[in-house]
Antibody
Framework: QVQLQQSGPGLVKPSQTLSLTCAIS??????????WNWIRQSPSRGLEWVGR?????????DYAVSVKSRIIINPDTSKNQFSLKLSSVTPEDTAVYYC???????????WGQGTLVTVSS | QSVLTQPPSASGTPGQRVTISCSGS?????VYWYQHLPGTAPKLLIY???QRPSGVPDRFSGSKSGTSASLAISGLRSEDEADYYC???????????FGGGTKLTVL
């Protein structure tokens, strides 16, 4: 059974960097058949995919256009986890952030528990 | 404003059948459906237009015709009250896109 456990601060000041980590059990971050995603949810924007990392003989990343200039998603094979860093945050980045596994054409089949991140001074 | 358009709300009474539409996907691209209950992680309901993951009741069904997809829920129950999102992969964006979500109310 795949489990995703998120960690990271729930409060970030404007202009600073939001950092979250998602620890994986039951699968590996370097799987050749999975992609590791970050998705956020806010009342005003609903669900919004923000990016992913995946391994297919080498590492790849895809990022949403809306955050492309500010986002980095990194795998950590030594700890079997992946992380999200979103820089220069504004109150618009306030949301519940989820990590999720994407598998082939099955979609997002396993999700983390979610982390409410509030951007406020 | 998402490229996938869903009605903002839908409603039905217990036992009824309701459908939620999602328009704007390419005709040759699969659509996925997720159920989101407040305070919980979203749950995959339908993948590849009409496939149900194990554990999802057969009251939930998906279909797609051309650029429009639908989620149908039959035998509506109070616990089905949730937000429902469609999603698809856009090659042109190299990313996933979600619809705006439909809030289902069970009257």
């Amino acid at each position: 059974q795949v489990q995703l456990q998120q960690s990271g601060p729930g409060l970030v000041k404007p202009s600073q960097t939001l950092s979250l980590t998602c620890a994986i059990s039951g699968d590996t971050v370097s799987s050749n058949s999975a992609a590791w995603n970050w998705i956020r949810q806010s009342p005003s924007r609903g669900l919004e995919w923000v990016g992913r990392t995946y391994y297919r003989s080498k590492w790849y990343n895809d990022y949403a256009v809306s955050v492309k200039s500010r986002i980095i998603i990194n795998p950590d094979t030594s700890k079997n986890q992946f992380s999200l860093k979103l820089s220069s945050v504004t109150p618009e980045d306030t949301a519940v952030y989820y990590c999720a596994r994407g598998t082939g054409d099955v979609g997002f089949d396993y999700w983390g528990q979610g982390t409410l991140v509030t951007v406020s001074s | 404003q998402s490229v996938l358009t869903q009605p903002p709300s839908a409603s039905g009474t217990p036992g009824q059948r309701v459908t939620i539409s999602c328009s704007g996907s390419s005709s040759n691209i699969a659509v996925y459906w997720y159920q989101h209950l407040p305070g919980t992680a979203p749950k995959l309901l339908i993948y590849r237009n009409n496939q149900r993951p194990s554990g999802v009741p057969d009251r939930f069904s998906g279909s797609k015709s051309g650029t429009s997809a639908s989620l149908a829920i039959s035998g509506l129950r109070s616990e089905d009250e949730a937000d429902y999102y469609c999603a698809t992969w856009y090659d042109s964006l190299s990313g996933w896109v979600f619809g705006g979500g439909t809030k289902l109310t069970v009257l």
